[in-house]
């Protein structure tokens, strides 16, 4: 590569960061209704609304293959499924928005509500029973269980208002960057209908393909989803035994132990170098807790089976004079973030969890 051309590209690159640095800056100041800048078009702005879905693209045709060849779905039934899908717009304008990665102290409370902890404090007491139960079976500690219930859903009466099938389908139809993944999601959910006999024009979710009272997705659904009450089918929406042993029957999978350390308190600072890092790389940034216990000078429980810990930053409220807390996130809280990648949600159910024991 000739030296003209190097500085042409590195010129480039300093206008392409300084771009993009602009970019974020405006970003921070219109967050929670700026959008991606970037060269690349938005999704929402190659449709129109209501546009009719193409079937017989390549992509559809492909789709429609599998799904007879590989899952055993008829023309007429594909027919049927697939008659008049329309793009609905606001799901690519909602997936397309840059939502702000709020402070944790402005976070939390977004969620963590004094009426969230009565009506979870309230709902322990009423499904006791099954609490019981779900807790033998599954070795899953209630009160995670109803947080994170009440924080995918408001414990059900927020399950989302988007028509699944017809978000499934604009995101696999019109939002390349993640088509892919949403042509899988797509599959997963018109098995786990078939499967569990569920209407599959009935369902409503988010803008992100997550339903149910529990907002699996409906890969997730299917790996994990478990039916409790006995009626041979897994129905997350409706029957909450099925819902609270489904989300118990997940944090297992991901390693939950009963009743073993969520996370530590390490301090307002990290001693050493390699706790930074592992702070950045963020769930899988991993350490040994003897070695943290020795470079934060304190003590700390061990991690159950010799698992390893996560260092978790969380931002104080600046009127409480800023800084950091830092956290140990144990095997369980890795277990939350297998939930959702969020340090912040993890926190926050961990944080909500520990409010309805008081
Ligand atoms: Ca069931």
Same mark, same amino acid.
């Given at each position: 590569? +000739?030296?003209?051309?190097?500085?042409?590209?590195?010129?480039?690159?300093?206008?392409?960061?300084?771009?993009?640095?602009?970019?974020?800056?405006?970003?921070?100041?219109?967050? %929670?209704?700026?959008?991606?800048?970037?060269?690349?078009?938005?999704?929402?702005?190659?449709?129109?609304?209501?546009?009719?879905?193409?079937?017989?693209?390549?992509?559809?045709?492909?789709?429609?293959?599998?799904?007879?060849?590989?899952?055993?779905?008829?023309?007429?039934?594909?027919?049927?499924?697939?008659?008049?899908?329309?793009?609905?717009?606001?799901?690519?304008?909602?997936?397309?928005?840059?939502?702000?990665?709020?402070?944790?102290?402005?976070?939390?409370? $977004?969620?963590?509500?004094?009426?969230?902890?009565?009506?979870?404090?309230?709902?322990?007491?009423?499904?006791?029973?099954?609490?019981?139960?779900?807790?033998?079976?599954?070795?899953?500690?209630?009160?995670?269980?109803?947080?994170?219930?009440?924080?995918?859903?408001?414990?059900?009466?927020?399950?989302?208002?988007?028509?699944?099938?017809?978000?499934?389908?604009?995101?696999?139809?019109?939002?390349?960057?993640?088509?892919?993944?949403?042509?899988?999601?797509?599959? +997963?959910?018109?098995? $786990?209908?078939?499967?569990?006999?569920?209407?599959?024009?009935?369902?409503?979710?988010?803008?992100?393909?997550?339903?149910?009272?529990?907002?699996?997705? /409906?890969?997730?659904?299917?790996?994990?989803?478990?039916?409790?009450? %006995?009626?041979?089918?897994?129905?997350?929406?409706?029957? $909450? /035994?099925?819902?609270?042993?489904?989300?118990? +029957?997940?944090?297992?999978?991901?390693?939950?132990?009963?009743?073993?350390?969520?996370?530590?308190?390490?301090?307002?600072?990290? +001693?050493?170098?390699?706790?930074?890092?592992?702070?950045?790389?963020?769930?899988?940034?991993?350490?040994?807790?003897?070695?943290?216990?020795?470079?934060?000078?304190?003590?700390?429980? /061990?991690?159950?089976?010799?698992?390893?810990?996560?260092?978790?930053?969380?931002?104080?409220?600046?009127?409480?004079?800023?800084?950091?807390?830092?956290?140990?996130?144990?095997?369980?809280?890795?277990?939350?973030?297998?939930?959702?990648?969020?340090?912040?949600?993890?926190?926050?159910?961990?944080?909500?969890?520990?409010?309805?024991?008081?």
């Amino acid at each position: 590569m +000739n030296i003209q051309l190097v500085k042409t590209l590195h010129t480039q690159h300093l206008f392409f960061i300084k771009r993009h640095l602009v970019a974020a800056l405006l970003l921070i100041m219109f967050a %929670g209704t700026a959008s991606f800048a970037s060269d690349e078009p938005l999704a929402a702005d190659l449709v129109a609304d209501n546009q009719l879905i193409d079937l017989t693209s390549e992509k559809y045709q492909d789709l429609f293959r599998e799904l007879e060849d590989v899952h055993g779905f008829t023309r007429q039934q594909l027919a049927a499924l697939f008659a008049d899908l329309r793009i609905d717009r606001k799901v690519l304008q909602l997936m397309d928005q840059q939502w702000e990665a709020k402070p944790y102290y402005q976070y939390r409370p $977004l969620f963590v509500t004094p009426t969230v902890i009565a009506v979870g404090k309230q709902s322990l007491a009423l499904y006791q029973s099954l609490f019981d139960r779900v807790e033998k079976e599954y070795g899953v500690n209630r009160e995670v269980i109803v947080a994170i219930w009440g924080i995918e859903s408001r414990f059900g009466t927020n399950q989302g208002n988007f028509e699944l099938k017809r978000t499934l389908n604009t995101l696999f139809a019109a939002y390349p960057r993640r088509s892919d993944f949403f042509r899988k999601e797509l599959i +997963n959910f018109l098995i $786990l209908c078939r499967e569990n006999k569920i209407d599959p024009q009935s369902v409503r979710g988010s803008y992100a393909g997550a339903f149910g009272q529990s907002q699996f997705m /409906p890969s997730s659904f299917n790996e994990y989803a478990v039916d409790f009450d %006995g009626d041979n089918r897994r129905d997350l929406i409706n029957s $909450l /035994p099925d819902i609270f042993a489904s989300i118990a +029957n997940y944090l297992s999978k991901f390693g939950w132990v009963l009743d073993a350390p969520v996370y530590a308190e390490i301090g307002g600072t990290l +001693n050493a170098e390699f706790l930074t890092a592992a702070h950045k790389t963020g769930r899988k940034g991993f350490v040994d807790w003897q070695v943290l216990a020795e470079t934060q000078q304190i003590v700390l429980p /061990p991690p159950p089976s010799e698992g390893q810990l996560t260092i978790v930053g969380l931002e104080l409220p600046p009127q409480a004079g800023g800084g950091m807390r830092f956290v140990a996130g144990y095997p369980n809280f890795q277990a939350i973030t297998a939930y959702n990648h969020s340090s912040k949600y993890a926190m926050a159910v961990t944080e909500m969890a520990e409010a309805f024991k008081n």
